[in-house]
Each structure stands twice: as C-alpha cells, then as structure tokens.
C-alpha cells in the first residue's frame, strides 16, 4: 500500500515541494496500470518530457526516471507522479468504502437535452483566453470529468495519446506461444532505461569517445571505435533475446523463433530515446535506427540468420508460418504509397522483415512452399527475392540468370556467382566476368582472383589484382612478384607513378625500394631529407610543411640508404641531430630515443661503427647535463656502461662506528 509518508521519506524536502507543484500543475499525463506486477508508468512533463514508473511491491513503493537526476532521494518527478497514484488509488478506493456503487456524473450535455438549450458557438478568441487564464489543474480535472463520461471522446483521446495498439500476428491464436507484450514490453523498457554517458564509452584508460559521425558504404554512421563501444552497452540486453530465438531454431520450432523475432522488433521499433545521451549520439529519433542496425548484426553473428537457411522444419511447421512470411507482401498497396516506393512492395519492407524473407528462402525445407504461396504476389518479389528462392529449390539454372542480373549493382551476389563458376569449374567464364566487374569492385575481386586463380589463366587479370594488392598492402614481395611478371613498359609506367604521384601514395621507404631496385640509389637520400625526423618540428606558418614520415620505419630507411652512400647518410644524420638538439624547444625523451635508434641502425653497417661511436662519445660530452641522452645512447648500445663508483673508505685516523645492537623482545 502506498502512502503519502512512503514518498516523504525517499524524497528530500526540495524534491517533494517540486513534484507537489508539478503534480498541482498537471504535469503527470496519463497514469497506466499493469495488474501483473502492480506497475504504475506515465510521461511527467518537466524540462523535458520523461518516463516514470512506480512499482508497489512489499518492500515498498520502488521508484524509477530516466531524468538525469542522480542526487540523494527520488527526483521531482517520481513524486509527481506517487502523488498522482495516489489519487487514484484514493478514488478507486471511495466506492468500496461506502457499499454503494458511485453514481454515474451527469453529462456536460445530455444526449435527450433540448436543441434549445445547446450553448451558443463559442469563439477562438473566447476559448484562447480561458486556456490561458484558467489553471492547469483545473482544465484537467474538467478533461479527465469529460472523458469519462463521453465514451467516443475518450475513444479518440487513447488513439491520439495512448500506447500502439499490437499489430494482427497470424499466430496470435495460438495459445502454447508467447504473446507478443510479453516479449515487446521487458525488451522496450530495458533499452530505454540504458545510459550512454561518460562511464558506459570511455575506455580503460578514461578517454572518452571521438564523436566524429561519418555516413560510410555500409549505412555507419560513428566511427568503428565508437560503434564498438556502443555495441558494448547493447549486447547484454540483446544477446538474450537473439539466443532464446537461435534456441527455438536448433529445436526447429520455427514459429515460436518467428513470434519473438516479432516482438522483439516491435520493442525495437517503439524506441525514442533512452535513459541518457550525454553526447547527443542519438538526436533527431536515431536511437531506434542504431538498435535496430545493431540488432539485425547480432543476429548474423550469433549464426542465427544461418540458422534460418539451414534448419529443417516440418511441413505442419512451414505451413503454419507462411502467413508471417509472405506478411510484408501481402499487405495492400495504396496509390500514394506505390508513388513514393522507388521500387516494389520489398524494396520498402522494414530491415528486419527483409531480412527475415531473404533469410529463410534459401532453406530447402521452406523454399518450396514459399515459391508456391509467393506465385501469386511474383510482381512484388524483387529479383533478390527471387534469386534466394532459386537458392533454396536448388534451381541452379535460374538462380544463374539471376545472377547476372543482379552481378552488375550487387557486389556480394557478383562474387556468389564468381564462386558457383569456380565450384562448376567453368573458369573462363570466370576470368570473362571477373575482368569485366573488376574495375567497380577492385578490392573485393582482387583478393578473389589472387586466392584462385593464377598467371596461367589470365596474365593481365593476375597482374591487375596483385597491383592492386601492392597498392592496398604496400608489400614489396608483391612488387618483386609483379616484375616478373610485368613488361618493361608496365614496369616503367608503374615506377613514374609510384615516385611522382602528388600527393605521394606510397610510403617513403617503398618508394626507396623502388628507387634501389630501379638502379636509382644515388636519388634515395635527397628523398629522405625532404622529410622532418621528428613530430614535433615546427615550420614557419606561411612556409609550406615539408611531406609527413611515418617515424617508426626511418631507422630501416636510414640504413637502405647507408648501403649506397654511407659516408652521405652518416653526415646528414650527425647534422640533424645537431640542428635539433640546439633547439631546446624540440628536446624530449621521444626526441633522444628517436636518435639513438637512428645512430644503432648505421652502427650495424660496419664501414660506419667506428664514427659512430666517435660521434655518441661526443655528444654524451658536450650534453653532459642531458642525462636521459646519455641513458638511450648507452641502451642502444652507443655507449660503455658506466664504471661502479668506489667503495666509500673511511677518511684515515678515525674509527668506525660500531653499529647499534637491535632489541629481541623475544629472547631468541
């Protein structure tokens, strides 16, 4: 039982006297009951418009918002709304005390009144000015007074205001299945009450996320670091439900898998917003989006979509399901809808409804029946529809003719087919289609081709998949590969590419290679010294900034470039280092680590040991007071370890101190 003492002892004395307000004011919207687990939930209007549920249990009342209140108590708005159960439980109460039942109120207006006694038209002025000036509280306590007693007003008050009803499910008869609130409701309130702050996306280190939105290829719209971290707060509340479906699957319980699939997008499909959105992530209503997009992932993860197209039903089984199926299809088309659908009924089904046909159309045990019932509605099956189902009646010759249609607008289906012509050994099909699509899908057929195909069967194809191999991976083995494979005029035409591309694609030690397998070494140090060796090198702003280095790979470059011109590379290192140990702005550990890893690649060569050893020595001396330097040089292995000091000896003519004897309390 709820009391007014039960809310002053969880809220503090602030929180109280402003939900009281609230709840006066009419804040508190329309108050819902579920008898199950005596929940009572409303929308209390504050800020913002959040979510508050009460739950009396025998413990006592347990309160919950979504509001970003995290202070001591409850917040204003869980009670706002205590108050208002409470009224309710107080009016619901009054009958039962008296014995009697509660008079009906009399109408605002009698159906049986005299036409003469109707009020006159009131005017737009005239109603303005009483919804101004007459009190909140009192314009709902005249509403809820209407409603009650106007069976149609409260009629089109629910729709208006009220909960979606549940759509029509074809199983809905079936009493041994779940129903569909029982699966909609427990998933919807566990995603809205999820937070997205600082505690849930930073990482192990504290580092929050980059919130950088991209709109990628696959529809993305965070980063994959920031996808990942968000995955990481949905997965606990969406792998249960995506297991208890594959469950159902691997028992071949098709309908009951159907029936949660169902619900769960239901629950999915009714988010707005959750609990907290401290980086505004989900702005404009995308929150439902992403959990739907995360969904439908976790599903092929988990092998749930293969189940789909692998598991074998019963006929009683398929046939029970047909209707949920072939659903999407079967609803009627309006003339306005057909207008805005860019192409037919499936283009515009729902992702997960999509998903769901394409899925189990490639299932041997369902194919068939579906291919029969889906006869009728042929003119809204798009051709991936019906490329699924030839899957799936192993129609082979059809499913081909599909395929080449599709090949040209659908990357994965252009490969389905490179790898049935590779299962039927029909290979020069194969290098025909594959060199045909290859120039729309480089990085995709590329790996393809290299896996199996070889020079033998197409010298032209091979060669275009491993450049571009080269291009992606930046592995010289692929470029010493390709000029055995390359005419002297491929070869050249790719060299002037590789070495005056602006900006440079390729990375400077590949280009260095390049340069000594051309016979160009004397080239490769002025290419080096066009770089800046260390980050944090600054250049003049109106200068242009000299060409980025990726640091880690100098040492190997600086040691290339040593086996052609060692004495060069060897003064143009000393120089550097020089010019920016001189610079007292530059010096850091980073910087020192830097140059001992540049002086440790030269001092490997032996014509350069001797000087380098020289020059380590020198610099340990004139920076006497750069002890960190001295400490990365002697690691590297530039200079000796330092001799031990000598044993301190007493100074002559004095005796030792004789040390104090320490106390045993323990007589031992």
């Not at 079936?174 to 997205?196: I, V």
């Not at 401290?278 to 989006?289: D, I």
Request: net charge neutral; hydrophobic share 40%; charged share 25%.
């Amino acid at each position: 039982m709820l009391t007014l003492d039960d809310i002053r002892q969880q809220a503090t004395a602030a929180s109280f006297s402003r939900g009281r307000a609230y709840f006066e004011e009419g804040a508190v919207g329309r108050v819902r009951h579920r008898q199950e687990d005596n929940l009572y939930s409303a929308t209390v209007s504050g800020t913002e418009d959040y979510d508050v549920e009460l739950t009396l249990t025998d413990e006592g009342p347990d309160f919950w918002c979504n509001c970003p209140y995290d202070y001591e108590g409850i917040c204003k708005h869980a009670v706002a709304l205590g108050l208002a159960v409470l009224e309710t439980l107080a009016a619901d109460a009054a009958p039962a005390r008296s014995g009697k039942p509660k008079p009906p109120r009399k109408p605002a207006l009698a159906a049986d009144e005299p036409a003469g006694t109707l009020p006159d038209v009131v005017s737009a002025s005239e109603l303005e000015a009483a919804l101004r000036d007459v009190p909140k509280p009192e314009q709902l306590k005249f509403l809820a007074r209407q409603l009650r007693e106007n069976p149609q007003l409260a009629q089109a008050f629910l729709t208006q205001c009220g909960s979606p009803p549940l759509p029509p499910d074809p199983l809905d008869a079936d009493p041994t299945l779940p129903g569909l609130r029982e699966l909609r409701d427990p998933l919807h309130r566990a995603l809205s009450r999820l937070c997205f702050d600082y505690d849930q996306l930073a990482d192990d280190d504290g580092k929050p996320p980059r919130l950088v939105f991209t709109f990628g290829p696959n529809g993305s719209r965070f980063l994959p670091e920031l996808e990942q971290r968000l995955s990481l707060v949905l997965h606990p509340v969406l792998r249960p439900v995506a297991e208890a479906i594959g469950m159902a699957l691997a028992q071949s319980r098709l309908a009951e898998a159907l029936r949660r699939w169902h619900g769960a997008w239901l629950g999915i499909g009714e988010l707005k917003m959750p609990a907290k959105d401290t980086y505004n992530l989900f702005h404009g209503n995308y929150y439902s989006r992403h959990v739907a997009a995360t969904w439908l992932a976790l599903l092929a993860e988990l092998g749930v979509m293969a189940q789909l197209g692998r598991q074998v039903f019963g006929a009683a089984e398929v046939a029970r399901c047909q209707p949920v199926f072939v659903r999407a299809l079967t609803e009627p088309l309006t003339a306005e809808r057909i207008a805005r659908l860019p192409m037919p009924a499936v283009a515009a089904l729902p992702d997960a409804d999509l998903a769901l046909l394409l899925a189990v159309a490639v299932n041997p045990s369902v194919a068939p029946a579906l291919h029969t019932t889906l006869r009728v509605y042929r003119h809204r099956a798009t051709p991936l529809l019906q490329l699924r189902l030839a899957e799936g009646r192993r129609d082979w010759s059809s499913w081909e003719a599909l395929a080449a249609q599709l090949a040209p607008t659908d990357p994965q289906v252009l490969l389905e087919l490179l790898r049935f012509y590779l299962r039927e050994n029909r290979l020069a099909e194969l290098v025909t289609l594959a060199g045909k699509h290859f120039a729309k899908n480089p990085f995709l057929l590329s790996d393809f081709v290299l896996e199996h195909l070889t020079p033998a069967h197409s010298r032209p194809l091979y060669v275009r998949a491993l450049t571009v191999r080269l291009e992606k991976r930046l592995d010289f083995a692929d470029f010493e590969a390709l000029t055995e494979l390359w005419t002297e005029k491929e070869r050249a035409k790719f060299v002037a590419r590789a070495l005056g591309t602006t900006p440079p694609v390729f990375s400077a030690l590949f280009r260095a290679r390049v340069l000594a397998a051309s016979t160009r070494t004397a080239e490769i140090l002025p290419l080096v010294l066009t770089f800046n060796w260390h980050a944090k090198y600054r250049t003049s702003y109106w200068s242009t900034p000299p060409p980025t280095l990726d640091l880690d790979t100098l040492p190997e470059l600086l040691q290339l470039t040593a086996r052609f011109q060692p004495e060069a590379t060897l003064d143009a290192v000393m120089e550097r280092i020089e010019s920016y140990l001189e610079q007292t702005s530059l010096r850091s550990v980073e910087l020192y680590q830097s140059m001992a890893q540049w002086l440790k690649a030269l001092h490997e060569l032996l014509p350069l040991q001797e000087q380098i050893t020289l020059f380590a020595e020198g610099l340990a001396a004139k920076y006497i007071r750069l002890s960190y330097l001295r400490r990365e040089l002697r690691e590297a292995g530039l200079l000796p370890e330092p001799l031990p000091p000598p044993p301190k000896l007493p100074r002559p003519g004095t005796v030792p101190r004789v040390g104090r004897k320490p106390k045993n309390p323990f007589g031992r």
